[in-house]
Every structure is written in structure tokens, then in C-alpha cells.
């Protein structure tokens, strides 16, 4: 019986040491997740259009209106008549420098002028060489080619010449496209100021 009882006990396992760190600090806790990474913020809402009033009321929102309107006259006027010849490049010139002038001035008074890629970090800068290069420059050549135009038909302005006569509507539009380039040099002298003074903004 001694032996049948001292065969069932179970003999001890081996020593295991206590781990330093339970007695220390405790039980080990399980890892934690990281945070969650918050998502990347929309695209900023745009702001409603508002007109930039201190444009308009500033020197160069003035000369573009008078640049606009004397544009329109000088292309409108020649459109509506019998061109021809460099005729054709005097219209195209005026065309487009009066649609620039268009772009830049509807931006300018909206206040957007900062969505234009690359030139709107530098719209002074933009204005400058718009007004000094393209207005002046091609507003110059046309205003000297309906010049040369209405010379060559002066004689139809004498008295008792009974055919049709483009003498004043070339020399309408030379007219118009001289003052037109007067105000292009106007405002780009404005804009020279401007950043020789080391400003920045248009107004």
C-alpha cells in the first residue's frame, strides 16, 4: 500500500526563475495600435466673386476702361469697313492685345488673378510687359498702318468726289489707335513705378 501510494504522487518540475521585469514593473501589457492617421484635408472652398472696388477706383482700373473702349473703336471701325492688305494685321493686332487687356481686367477686378499659373505670383510683373510690349508695340504698328491707309486715300476727300471714301474711317482709327497706345504707355510707366518701388500688388 506504501508503494502503490508513492507511485501516484507527481514528481516537481524543474526550478523556474521569477522574471525581473513582472516583479518590477508589472505585467506585461499587450502592444497598442498606432493612431489613426486622419484623412488629408479637402481643397479649399472658393469664396463667392466680389468686385475688387479699390481697382476700379485706382489709376490703372481707369486706363484699362479707357483702353478697352478706344480698342474696341479702333477694331470695330475698321472691321466695318473695306480692309485690306496690312489692313488685316492692324485688326488682328488689336483684336488680340484688346482681348488680353479684357483677361487681365476682368481678373484684376474679381481679385483672381492668383489662379493663373506661374503669372499670377507676378501680376504686376505681368501687367508691365503686357502694357510696354504688346499694347504699345502692336497698338503702335496699327495705329502707323491705318495712318499710311488713310494717307494713300486722302484724295477722296476733296469736294465733288462722288465715291465711297475710307479716308475718315482710316484716319478715325489712327486716331483711336494713337491714344490707345498713349494710354498702354500710360499705364505701363504706372506699373514701372510700381516695381521700382519694390511693391508688389497692381493698386
Not at 113 to 141: E, F, I, K, M, Q
Request: glycine share 10%.
Amino acid at each position: 500500500m506504501f508503494g502503490s501510494s508513492w507511485g501516484t504522487k507527481s514528481l516537481p518540475g524543474p526550478w523556474v526563475p521569477p522574471d525581473p521585469r513582472r516583479s518590477r514593473q508589472g505585467p506585461v501589457m499587450a502592444p497598442t495600435a498606432p493612431p489613426a492617421v486622419p484623412p488629408p484635408p479637402g481643397p479649399p472652398t472658393r469664396g463667392s466673386l466680389s468686385l475688387h472696388r479699390a481697382y476700379l477706383r485706382s489709376p490703372l482700373g481707369l486706363l484699362r476702361l479707357g483702353q478697352l473702349t478706344l480698342g474696341a473703336a479702333f477694331w470695330v471701325t475698321v472691321a466695318a469697313h473695306k480692309y485690306e492688305g496690312a489692313a488685316h494685321f492692324a485688326l488682328f493686332a488689336a483684336v488680340l492685345v484688346w482681348l488680353l487687356t479684357l483677361a487681365l481686367f476682368a481678373l484684376s477686378l474679381l481679385g483672381r488673378w492668383a489662379l493663373v499659373p506661374w503669372l499670377g505670383s507676378r501680376w504686376l510683373l505681368t501687367n508691365l510687359v503686357h502694357d510696354l510690349a504688346l499694347g504699345v508695340g502692336l497698338y503702335a504698328a496699327a495705329t502707323g498702318i491705318m495712318g499710311y491707309k488713310a494717307e494713300q486715300r486722302s484724295y477722296c476727300n476733296l469736294p465733288g468726289y462722288s465715291q465711297r471714301c475710307l479716308y475718315g474711317a482710316y484716319l478715325s482709327a489712327s486716331i483711336c489707335g494713337g491714344i490707345t497706345a498713349c494710354l498702354y504707355l500710360f499705364s505701363g510707366l504706372y506699373c514701372l513705378s510700381r516695381r521700382c518701388r519694390d511693391e508688389r500688388d497692381i493698386i
